[in-house]
């Protein structure tokens, strides 16, 4: 079969959670058999990585765009933004959403769709380089892939909100949902990433079919750290993988170091949090929300040395949506999660068997606690935990059910 990926971000390097589930599914329906095209935007970032993708699609096309985490436009693409700006404004469409509608995306896009069997386009607002025309067309060969449902994530942000800002999150709320179930109205099929997602949809998409897409991990790469044998009491560091320009990822760190970190503090003082990620310039503030107990590393390639020296990967999301791959990533390789329930929301397991909840402060700290003090714990957590990803959220598996629910 020859499939087709549609989508806003090149999948390398991987250092942000869509490019790690694109790269590996791409990879794994290419080990299955099929052929893979790809069509993306790309940025200076991604340029270099294009060899390496070649391995694995047939068929690469890009639209080439400035680096926007450099801040680097061309004076021809700030123009072509504004006006994009204004138009969604008129039309009640989230500003930021308008920004990827691309000629060129949509001229490459009615070019290739007739040529392969199958087309996922990943995130609802990428339809907007699809011709409804297209749509209609080619109806049976789309697969519009929600990586989250957008307007969750809006509306958790407008609970969490106070005066204006509450007003003008409502206001964003309202846009985004109008926005996305509009989009998502045009497809026979749709692809959630949880359960709870996928009973969302269906629930008020009575003419589309709503399939689920899970998000997965490598269990053949990442494994196990055998230097987690270390005394935990030995251990001061707390992580939190995730880049700050995802507003909820800002708000998590932000939580933690506000509400949670103090607590913990004032029963282990030398407890910090290591923020993993790009920061995209955000850093400063939550800096001075817990000065010298706060460290942001950026980006890193290789995480390894990061999970054998911590104590836990902490998840304090309140906003978010879909599923995390930092959270399956870390209970593959064998680190206790401390989370939310909004932080595992969607995945297939269960508090004090494969992570510990906590909600608050003091749920946290205590969390923090049973998991220096008592290795029986940790044992518990970091097999049960490792269990379920090789038996439901390896890639192998993810990407074989994908395909079966398809067809």
């Not at 985490?69 to 930021?96: D, N, S, Y």
């Not at 995306?105 to 011709?131: G, T, W």
């Not at 251990?235 to 170091?257: E, K, S, W």
């Not at 990061?306 to 998840?315: G, S, T």
Request: a positive charge.
């Amino acid at each position: 079969m020859r499939i087709l990926i549609i989508t806003p971000v090149f999948p390398l390097p991987l250092d942000t959670g869509t490019r790690v589930r694109l790269y590996n599914l791409a990879r794994e329906f290419k080990a299955l058999g099929h052929c893979i095209g790809l069509l993306s935007f790309a940025d200076g970032s991604s340029l270099p990585h294009l060899k390496e993708m070649q391995k694995i699609c047939e068929h690469i096309e890009i639209i080439s765009i400035g680096d926007a985490r450099q801040g680097k436009r061309t004076f021809k693409e700030i123009v072509h933004r504004l006006f994009l700006v204004a138009g969604a404004i008129i039309k009640g469409m989230p500003p930021r959403f308008a920004q990827v509608k691309h000629p060129g995306m949509m001229s490459k896009a009615s070019r290739l769709v007739p040529e392969y069997d199958l087309v996922f386009i990943e995130f609802f607002f990428m339809a907007q380089n699809i011709h409804k025309t297209l749509i209609q067309r080619f109806a049976e060969k789309f697969v519009l892939v929600e990586h989250d449902i957008s307007f969750i994530p809006a509306r958790r942000q407008w609970k969490h909100a106070s005066g204006l800002l509450r007003m003008i999150a409502w206001v964003s709320y309202q846009g985004i949902k109008y926005s996305e179930m509009r989009v998502l109205r045009r497809f026979r099929t749709v692809a959630a990433m949880s359960i709870a997602d996928q009973n969302y949809l269906a629930g008020r998409l009575s003419q589309t079919r709503v399939l689920l897409f899970p998000n997965g991990v490598d269990t053949e790469t990442i494994q196990p750290q055998k230097e987690r044998r270390n005394p935990n009491t030995l251990r001061t560091d707390l992580l939190y993988i995730g880049g700050l320009a995802h507003f909820p990822n800002y708000d998590a760190v932000a939580f933690f170091l506000q509400s949670m970190l103090p607590e913990i503090q004032t029963h282990f003082s030398n407890v910090r949090l290591v923020v993993i990620g790009n920061t995209a310039g955000r850093s400063q503030k939550l800096e001075r929300m817990a000065s010298g107990s706060v460290v942001f590393t950026g980006f890193v390639p290789h995480i390894e040395d990061y999970y054998a020296n911590c104590l836990a990967v902490v998840v304090p999301l309140r906003i978010a949506g879909g599923t995390r791959l930092k959270v399956l990533e870390a209970m593959a390789a064998g680190v206790p999660v401390v989370s939310t329930a909004v932080g595992v929301e969607g995945l297939d397991v269960e508090a004090e068997l494969h992570y510990l909840k906590a909600e608050d402060a003091a749920e946290m700290a205590a969390a923090i606690g049973q998991i220096r003090n008592d290795t029986n714990v940790v044992d518990t957590l970091i097999a049960a935990a490792r269990e379920v990803c090789e038996q439901k959220y390896a890639w192998k598996i993810i990407a074989k059910n994908i395909l079966t629910e398809i067809q």
